[in-house]
């Protein structure tokens, strides 16, 4: 169990640019596979990008070449670097952790952060 909190949401112009980040409680943070996912009006949740705790990157095909994850360790903390945005991107955007335990890519994320609003306007 790790507690998750993100933060970094807000209102952009399309083809600006965002920073989200997600804290993380605990000492163990290191070893954590992290995602993060998204969710937009009337729509189901949806994968966007997920790290691993040894540092592997995947991406959903309608992020990759915008958006980078990234991590530091040091600071217990996700990153989720959003360029390029489109309207389509608007959602509530969630991180997750799952224990290296788990085999990566994580499937099911055990924790979850209350998420972050993200609109991107036309």
Avoid at 73 to 84: D, G, P
Wanted: hydrophobic share 30%.
């Amino acid at each position: 169990q790790v507690q998750l909190s993100e933060s970094g949401g807000g209102l952009v112009q399309a083809g600006g640019s965002l920073r989200l980040s997600c804290a993380a409680s605990g000492r163990t943070f290191s070893t954590y596979h992290m995602g993060w996912f998204r969710q937009a009006p009337g729509k189901e949740r949806e994968f966007v990008a997920t790290i691993s705790w040894t540092g592997s990157t995947y991406y959903a095909d309608s992020v990759k070449g915008r958006f980078t994850i990234s991590r530091d360790n040091a600071k217990n903390t996700l990153y989720l670097q959003m360029n390029s945005l489109k309207p389509e991107d608007t959602a509530v955007y969630y991180c997750a952790a799952e224990t290296y335990r788990s085999s990566w890519p994580v499937t099911d994320f055990g924790s979850w952060g209350q998420g972050t609003q993200v609109t991107v306007s036309s």
